[in-house]
């Protein structure tokens, strides 16, 4: 989390300008570009609560960044008044993960290439290599139990159940296909 004070108009260019925008840099306390000073980094407890304290009144930003969300940064603004406390509005990031698998035609191990596999009802998917591996990145950690496999014109409407976890990689079986299916 990165707390930086404001004129209320400017905010994100300064952690580019200061070489800061790096979410696992908590030891730099400030750095100051024109009208804005970035104030401080703390990182978030278990459950996502954090906390600044000794600011004095103004107009700040919190930044809340991570490279393993959906979003990759998120940032509120926030006015403090002097000698007061003040909750900033909730600040969420949708963690992600990955699903992994592998697509075989013709119980081959080359010629695999080109299918796309979709995660039924969303946008998330991925084409096979080759060798018919293949990665949906990005995915927002759930349960997935409907995956779509497209080739061509040919549809293939699959049930195999997943569960994508924070930074993690899940594995799917194999999809096999015959040349007569498709």
């Known amino acids: 989390i990165t707390l930086d004070k404001t004129d209320g108009l400017r905010t994100a260019a300064v952690l580019s300008e200061a070489g800061l925008y790096n979410p696992?840099?908590?030891e730099v306390s400030s750095a100051t570009s024109n009208a804005r000073t970035i104030v401080s980094y703390t990182a978030c407890s278990k459950n996502g609560d954090y906390s600044f304290s000794g600011l004095e009144a103004g107009v700040y930003t919190v930044y809340a960044t991570s490279q393993n969300s959906r979003e990759k940064g998120v940032c509120r603004s926030v006015v403090v008044e002097s000698n007061r406390s003040v909750k900033a509005e909730d600040i969420?990031?949708?963690a992600t993960?990955?699903?992994k698998g592998?697509?075989?035609l013709d119980e081959t191990e080359t010629g695999n290439g080109g299918f796309i596999v979709?995660?039924?009802g969303t946008s998330f998917m991925a084409t096979t290599a080759g060798d018919g591996t293949f990665e949906i990145s990005d995915v927002p950690a759930a349960t997935y139990n409907e995956f779509l496999i497209i080739y061509g014109t040919y549809n293939y409407f699959c049930t195999e159940e997943v569960t994508v976890t924070p930074d993690?990689?899940?594995?799917?079986?194999?999809?096999?296909f015959s040349?007569?299916?498709i």
């Open 168 to 176: 993690g990689t899940a594995e799917l079986e194999a999809f096999s």
């Open 102 to 104: 592998k697509v075989i």
């Open 179 to 181: 040349s007569v299916e």
């Open 118 to 120: 979709s995660i039924a």
């Open 24 to 26: 696992e840099c908590y």
């Open 97 to 99: 993960g990955s699903i």
């Open 92 to 94: 969420k990031l949708t």
